[in-house]
C-alpha cells in the first residue's frame, strides 16, 4: 500500500487540532486553538471558510449537514453545514468538552469532558440526553459502537470503559492507561476507534502498541504492533471499509495495518516530526487526513481502496511519473538510500505492477535504511510475514528469505513449539501509597488526611507549595510551606511534620521533618537517602518516624533526628501506618493472581519492650481488590479499607485476626459513588470518612465534608431480633478490646466508660438467654451462659427458675459452681504471687497486717480457743485496725492505683416485725469481708428462692420453686452496673485477703447474743436453720445491721419447700448438742462447710450435705466477683 505524503498546510495557531471529512468527502474540517473551525475544498485551498466558534475548539464532528463543535465555554455547539450557521447547543458541562463524536448515523452526539462525565444527546432533541458517570479524571476520548448500542471511553484516570448507552451501566472496564491528572498531562490522547460496518473490535491504543477487543465478549484478541513504533500512539482510525486501521503516534510516526492478516502495510512520518493528534479517512479510503500539535493539516494520498484485496495481482492506480526514482534500478536506490531518514527518502511511486514483478513490489515495503521491515502481529514478532505479496499459496522461486513466505494468518506457524500457559495470570503489583491521601497526578491533592490535620499540596503553574492546617489549633498553628523540593509524600502527628521527595538525575531522595513540637529554635532537620534509594512509604508515631524505602528497608529515626533501627522487608512495601509505640507495615509478600493482591502485613510494637506481633501473616482482602486505606483507631487497634469498601480491624482476642466491621458500599447510592476513609474511632464507634459522588477521590475545593457511618459486623438474619443482638453482643466486645490493650500497655483507660461496656455486654447476654427461654432453646442458654459472668449467672438462674425450667436452672448452678471454683483458684495464684512479690520487696506481714505470716494458722487455733467476743467495742475497734490494714496496699501490686468500688446499700424490706429480734448497736459491719458485685445486694429486693432452694435439697438436686416477683425497686436499675469489673475485683480481693487472712474466717460479731441464748431457751427450726445460714448471708450481704440479717435471712427461710421447713424444725426439737456441736465444728473448721465432713452420723449426714450444698452456692453467686 504505497501511498505519498502531501506537503503539509497551515491551518491554525500552535495547540491541539482535529480534522474529519464530510459525508460526501468534498470538504476538509478542522478546528484548533485558535477559536475558529475551517472549511477546506482541498489542501491546496489557499482561501478556506472559517467560522469563529470561541475562545478554542477542542473538538470536531460532522455528519448529515450537522456541524458539531466543543468549545472552551463549555459548551456542546451547533452549526450548519457548509453555511456555517448557529444552529444551538446541544449540552453543557461544568467544564470543557474534550471530545465529541456521532454514532453512525448521525442521530446521536456524545461527548466526555474534563468533569469526568461522558453525555449522549440525541440532535433532534436535544433534551434526550443520557449521562453516563464512573470515571475519575477528565475523560480523553468517546465513540460509538456502529450498531448504536454501546459506547467506549477513555479517560486520565487509566481505564477505558464500555458502556451500555439505554442502561447507562458499565459493561466492561480495563485498566489500561496512564494515570494523569488533566488531559494536558496526558501521554497519549487515546483516542478510541470502533471498526466500521462488521463493528467486530474496538481499537485501543496502548503505549506504542494497539489492542484489539472483541465486541460482546469484550476479550483481547490480538494486538497491532511494529518494530519502528518507539513512542505512544496518540489516536487510531478505522478505514471506511473496516479492513484497515492507521495509527499516529507522539513522534510524528503514522503507520497502517491490514487487521485481517495482522501486517503493516504502510508507514509514514510527519516531515517535522511533530505529534500527531487527530486523523481522518476519506470515504473512498483512499486518503487520510491529519493534524498535528502545531496547527498544521496534512494528507496521505493513494492508499488502496476500500475493495481492494489481499491478492497483489491487482494494479494499484496508475499515476504519472512525479519524480526520476524510477529510472534508477532497486538495487541501486537500495544503496543510494542507505543511511538516509524517512523523511529525506524520496517517494517512490511504481508505474506498473504485474504478478512477476513480486520482487520488485517488496522494494516499496522497505525503509529508507533498506532493511526488510519486521511488521507486528499477535504473539511473535519473529513471525510476522513480509506485505510485499499478499497472495496465498504463491510459490516464491528463488527467495530463501522465511520472512517473505505468505502464511495464513488462522494458522501462525510453529507456535505449537513454544509451551502456552493457559493458568491463571498475575496480577500487576499495586503500587506504593500513602493511606489518607490522593493521587500524586493530581496538581491540587490532599498529600494527609488523618486524626490531627490536612496537608494539602499544590503543584500548578502558579505556585508549588504545601499548606498544613490543624483540626485542633491548639496543638499549631497553620503553616504555608514552599514546595522546592518536590515532596510528594507526607504524614502529620500532634509532634512533627514529615515530608519526602524521590530522586533526580542530580539530587537522592530526601526525608524532611518540621518538629514544631520542640522547645529548641531549630525545628526543622533533613536526612539524604543513600544514592539508587527512594523513599515509598512514610509515618510518624510518638517520638519516632519509620521510612520505607525502594531497597525493601525500613528505616527509622527519633522525632529528633537521630538514626535508629534499619531493618529488612520480605517485599516491596505498599503502605505504612504509625500510632503511639506501633508501627503497622503493609507489602508485596508474592505475586497475586486472576486480580488478587498477595499482601503481607507486620504490626511492630515500640517502647521498652520492643516485640512483633503480628509476623508477616497475609492480609484479607476482598476478590480482586487492592488496598486503599490503612491506619488505626484513635484508640489504637489497626485496621484497614480495600476498594471494595469493607472495613476490617484487628481483633486482639481472637489471635490477632481480622474482622469486617463495616461495608461502605451498601450505603452507596450508585456504583460509582465512593466513600474516603479518614479516620476510625472506637468509642464512640464511628468511621469518618468523605463521600465521593461519582469519584474515588475528593477534591480540595471546596472543603469536602465529612460524614460519620455506623459499624455492623456481617452476621446471618441480623433482621431478626435474635441476629440484631448477637451482631450488638460481638460488636460491643471487638470494640472494647482496646481497654485491655491499653491497659497492658501502660495506658491509663477510662474505668468507668469500661464497666459500662462490660454492663451493657452483659445485658445483652441476659436478653438473649432470656429470647432462647422463650424459644426452649434450653442448650443455647447454657452456652450464653458460659459467656456470663459470675453475678449474672444468678440472674439467668433466677430467670430459669421462675420460667419453671429446672433442669436448665440445675445447669446454670453447675457452671456457677465451676465459675466460682475458677475464680477462687485464679485468686490464689494472684495471692501467692502477691506474697512471693512481697517477700522479694523485703516486707514482713508484720509490718503490713500486724501479723506474721508463719504465726497465720497459731492465730486461727487461738481464735477457736477464745470465748464469745468480749464485746462490740472490742469488735469495731479490731475491725477499724483492719479496715487501716486494707488501705496499706502494696506499691509493687499491679492494680495497687485501682481505686475502689463504691458499694450501694441494699433496699430494706418492709414487712412484720421480727420476733427474733436480738438488740444491737444498729451499726452496720465495719467493712465488707471481700469485694461484692452490686447484684449480690440485690437480694434484699429481690427473693433468692432458687438459689436457697436448691440449697436445702443438696445433692438431691435443686427443686427451684418460682416465686411471683415482688415490685422493682431502684437498685434492680444497676443489676449489671459493676459485672464488668471482673478482673480488677479479683485483683483487689487478693490484695485484701492477702493482708487480712483470717477476717473471713472469723464468725461476725452480731451473732454473739444469739450464741448466749441458745443454751438457755428451746430453738426453733429457724432458728437452726440460721445459724448454719448465717455466715453465707453476711457474706452476700456485709452491710446489713443485725436485724437486717434476720428479715433477709426470714426471707430465704421462706422460700424453702413445706418438707425442708418440717425437717429442720423436727431437727431442732431433736438433742440440743447437736447444735452446739454443729457450731463448733464449724469455729474448728474455718473455712465453713468443707469441713463439715469430719465427724458425721446418720442425721448430721443430712445437715452436711444441705450446708455443702448451700455454701457452693452462696460461693457461686455472691462470693466474690
Known amino acids: 500500500m504505497p501511498c505519498e505524503r502531501m506537503p503539509m498546510r497551515y491551518g491554525h495557531s500552535e495547540g491541539h487540532t482535529e480534522v474529519c471529512f464530510d459525508d460526501s468527502g468534498k470538504f476538509l474540517v478542522t478546528c484548533g486553538n485558535d477559536g475558529d473551525v475551517r472549511i477546506w475544498e482541498s489542501l491546496d485551498d489557499d482561501d478556506p471558510k472559517f467560522i469563529t466558534v470561541g475562545e478554542k475548539v477542542y473538538s470536531v464532528a460532522l455528519k448529515n449537514g450537522k456541524l458539531v463543535t466543543a468549545s472552551s465555554n463549555n459548551t456542546v455547539q451547533v452549526h450548519t453545514f457548509p453555511d456555517g ?120 491504543p496502548v503505549d506504542s502498541k494497539v489492542h484489539l477487543y472483541e465486541r460482546g465478549s469484550w476479550d483481547q484478541v490480538g494486538t497491532l504492533s511494529d518494530d519502528q513504533l518507539t513512542q505512544p500512539i496518540n489516536v487510531v482510525s478505522w478505514s471506511p471499509c473496516g479492513r484497515f486501521l492507521a495509527a499516529g503516534c507522539i513522534g510524528g510516526l503514522m503507520t497502517v495495518w491490514d487487521v485481517d492478516n495482522r501486517l503493516c502495510v504502510e508507514r509514514q512520518k510527519h516531515e517535522k516530526g511533530f505529534t500527531v493528534c487527530s486523523l481522518a479517512w476519506h ?319 507486620q504490626l511492630l510494637q515500640f517502647g521498652e519492650r520492643k516485640r512483633q506481633v503480628v509476623h508477616g501473616e497475609p492480609l484479607p482482602l476482598s476478590p480482586k481488590a487492592h488496598l486503599s486505606w490503612v491506619g488505626f483507631t484513635a484508640e489504637g487497634t489497626p485496621c484497614f479499607v480495600d476498594s471494595e469498601g469493607v472495613v476490617r480491624m484487628l481483633n486482639r482476642s481472637l489471635g490477632n485476626t481480622w474482622t469486617p466491621v463495616c461495608n461502605t458500599r451498601e450505603t452507596c447510592k450508585s456504583k460509582s459513588d465512593h466513600y474516603w476513609v479518614v479516620g476510625v474511632h472506637e468509642n464512640p464507634q464511628q468511621l469518618r470518612c468523605i463521600p465521593c459522588k461519582g469519584s474515588r477521590y475528593p477534591p480540595t475545593l471546596p472543603r469536602p465534608a465529612v460524614a460519620i457511618l455506623p459499624f455492623k459486623i456481617p452476621l446471618c438474619q441480623t433482621t431478626t431480633e435474635k441476629g440484631q443482638m448477637e451482631e450488638q453482643f460481638w460488636r460491643s466486645v471487638l470494640f472494647h478490646n482496646h481497654y485491655s490493650f491499653l491497659s497492658s500497655s501502660g495506658y491509663e483507660i477510662d474505668e468507668e466508660a469500661q464497666n459500662q461496656s462490660h454492663k451493657e455486654q452483659q445485658e445483652l447476654l441476659m436478653k438473649m438467654f432470656a429470647l432462647s427461654c422463650k424459644l426452649e432453646r434450653e442448650f443455647r442458654c447454657v452456652e450464653l451462659a458460659e459467656l456470663m459472668t459470675q453475678n449474672v449467672v444468678t440472674l439467668a438462674i433466677r430467670y430459669a427458675s421462675r420460667s419453671r425450667r429446672m433442669a436448665l436452672a440445675q445447669r446454670l448452678s453447675e457452671i456457677a459452681l465451676e465459675k466460682a471454683s ?222 437486717e440479717v434476720i428479715k433477709e435471712a426470714m426471707g430465704r427461710f421462706r422460700t424453702l419447700t413445706a418438707e425442708e421447713r418440717m425437717s429442720w424444725t423436727e431437727r431442732a426439737k431433736g438433742p440440743g448438742g447437736d447444735a452446739g456441736d454443729l457450731k463448733k465444728r464449724k469455729r474448728e473448721g474455718g473455712d465453713g462447710a468443707e469441713n463439715d465432713v469430719a465427724e458425721t452420723d446418720q442425721n448430721n449426714a443430712k445437715k452436711k450435705k444441705s450446708v455443702d450444698a448451700s455454701s457452693k452456692l452462696s460461693a457461686f453467686a455472691f462470693n466474690k466477683n
Open 283 to 601: 470515504p473512498s479510503g483512499h486518503q487520510i487526513a491529519y493534524t498535528d500539535t502545531e496547527g498544521s493539516l496534512g494528507l496521505l494520498d493513494g492508499l488502496s481502496s476500500a475493495s481492494s484485496t489481499s491478492n497483489s495481482t491487482k494494479a494499484p492506480i496508475n499515476k504519472p511519473v512525479k519524480n526520476y526514482d524510477d529510472l534508477f534500478d532497486d538495487d541501486d536506490d537500495q544503496l543510494m538510500d542507505e543511511g538516509l531518514s524517512d523523511t529525506n527518502t524520496p517517494v517512490k511511486k511504481p508505474t506498473t505492477t504485474t504478478a512477476d514483478e513480486d520482487d520488485d513490489d517488496d522494494d516499496y515495503l522497505m525503509p529508507a535504511t533498506g532493511r526488510v521491515r519486521n511488521r507486528g502481529t499477535f504473539l511473535d514478532d519473529d513471525n510476522s510475514m513480509d506485505t510485499g505479496s499478499l497472495r496465498l499459496g504463491q510459490d516464491k522461486d528463488g527467495d530463501d528469505d522465511a520472512s517473505s513466505a505468505v502464511v495464513p494468518a488462522a494458522a501462525p506457524p510453529q507456535i505449537p513449539l513454544r509451551p502456552i500457559y493457559e493458568g491463571p495470570l498475575p496480577t500487576p503489583p499495586q503500587k506504593a501509597f500513602q493511606p489518607g491521601s490522593t493521587p500524586a497526578h493530581l496538581t491540587h491533592r490532599f498529600m494527609m488526611w488523618n486524626s490531627v490535620g490536612i496537608i494539602r499540596g499544590y503543584n500548578d503553574e502558579q505556585d508549588n507549595a504545601i499548606d498544613v492546617e490543624f483540626h485542633d489549633t491548639a496543638v499549631h498553628h497553620a503553616m504555608h510551606l514552599t514546595n522546592s523540593l518536590g515532596h510528594t509524600m507526607a504524614d502529620l502527628s500532634q509532634e512533627a511534620v514529615l515530608l519526602a521527595c524521590p530522586s533526580t538525575e542530580e539530587l537522592a531522595s530526601k526525608l524532611q521533618c518540621l518538629h514544631f513540637s520542640s522547645w529548641d529554635t531549630n525545628k526543622d532537620w533533613m536526612v539524604d537517602l543513600p544514592p539508587g534509594e527512594d523513599v515509598r512509604a512514610l509515618c510518624l508515631g510518638r517520638g519516632w518516624a519509620a521510612v520505607a524505602t525502594s531497597s525493601l528497608m525500613v528505616r527509622l529515626f527519633s522525632v529528633g533526628g537521630a538514626q535508629r533501627e534499619v531493618f529488612s522487608l520480605p517485599g516491596p512495601v505498599v503502605c505504612m501506618s504509625g500510632h503511639g509505640e506501633q508501627l503497622l507495615i503493609v507489602y508485596h509478600r508474592a505475586a497475586g493472581f486472576d486480580g488478587d493482591q498477595a499482601l503481607g502485613v
Open 822 to 1043: 475458677q475464680s477462687r483458684e485464679e485468686e490464689e495464684e494472684e495471692e501467692a504471687e502477691f506474697n512471693s512479690v512481697r517477700q522479694n520487696s523485703g516486707f514482713s506481714r508484720n509490718e503490713v497486717t500486724g501479723r506474721h505470716h508463719s504465726n497465720r494458722h497459731e492465730e486461727e487455733e487461738e481464735d477457736d480457743e477464745e470465748e464469745e467476743p468480749q464485746g462490740e467495742d472490742e469488735e469495731e475497734e479490731g475491725q477499724e485496725t483492719e479496715t487501716e490494714t486494707r488501705k496499706r496496699l502494696n506499691p509493687f501490686a499491679k492494680d495497687s492505683s485501682s481505686p475502689e468500688r463504691p458499694s450501694v446499700k441494699p433496699v430494706v424490706k418492709v414487712g412484720r416485725s421480727n420476733p427474733f429480734k436480738v438488740p444491737g448497736s444498729g451499726k452496720p459491719s465495719p467493712g465488707p469481708a471481700r469485694v461484692t458485685n452490686i447484684l449480690d445486694n440485690m437480694s434484699s429486693s429481690r427473693k433468692p428462692g432458687p438459689l436457697s432452694g436448691s440449697a436445702g435439697k443438696g445433692s438431691k438436686g435443686p427443686v427451684l420453686k418460682p416465686l411471683a416477683p415482688r415490685p422493682k425497686t431502684k437498685t434492680q436499675s444497676t443489676l449489671l452496673q459493676m459485672s464488668g469489673s471482673k478482673s480488677a475485683d479479683r485483683k483487689v480481693n487478693a490484695e485484701v485477703n492477702a493482708k487480712t487472712p483470717s477476717q473471713a474466717d472469723q464468725p461476725p460479731p452480731l451473732a454473739t447474743p444469739t450464741e448466749d441464748s441458745e443454751n438457755t431457751r428451746p430453738k426453733t427450726g429457724f432458728q437452726l436453720w440460721l445459724e448454719e445460714n448465717r455466715k453465707s448471708i453476711t457474706a452476700d450481704c456485709p452491710d446489713l445491721e443485725e436485724t
Open 85 to 204: 450557521d448557529p444552529d444551538g447547543i446541544l449540552t453543557r458541562f461544568t467544564t470543557n468538552a474534550t471530545h465529541i463524536t456521532f454514532n453512525s448515523s448521525g442521530t446521536r452526539v456524545a461527548a466526555g469532558s474534563s468533569d469526568f462525565m461522558v453525555k449522549v444527546v440525541d440532535v433532534a432533541d436535544s433534551s434526550q440526553q443520557k449521562t453516563l458517570r464512573g470515571h475519575e479524571a477528565p475523560v480523553l476520548s468517546v465513540t460509538f459502537d456502529p450498531k448504536d448500542e454501546y459506547l467506549a471511553s477513555s479517560s486520565c484516570d487509566g481505564s477505558v470503559v464500555v458502556w451500555n448507552i439505554e442502561e447507562q451501566s458499565q459493561v466492561k472496564s480495563w485498566n489500561l492507561l496512564q494515570k494523569s491528572s488533566d488531559i494536558t498531562n496526558a501521554t497519549s490522547l487515546c483516542r478510541l476507534s470502533w471498526q466500521n460496518q462488521m463493528a467486530k473490535f474496538l481499537a485501543v
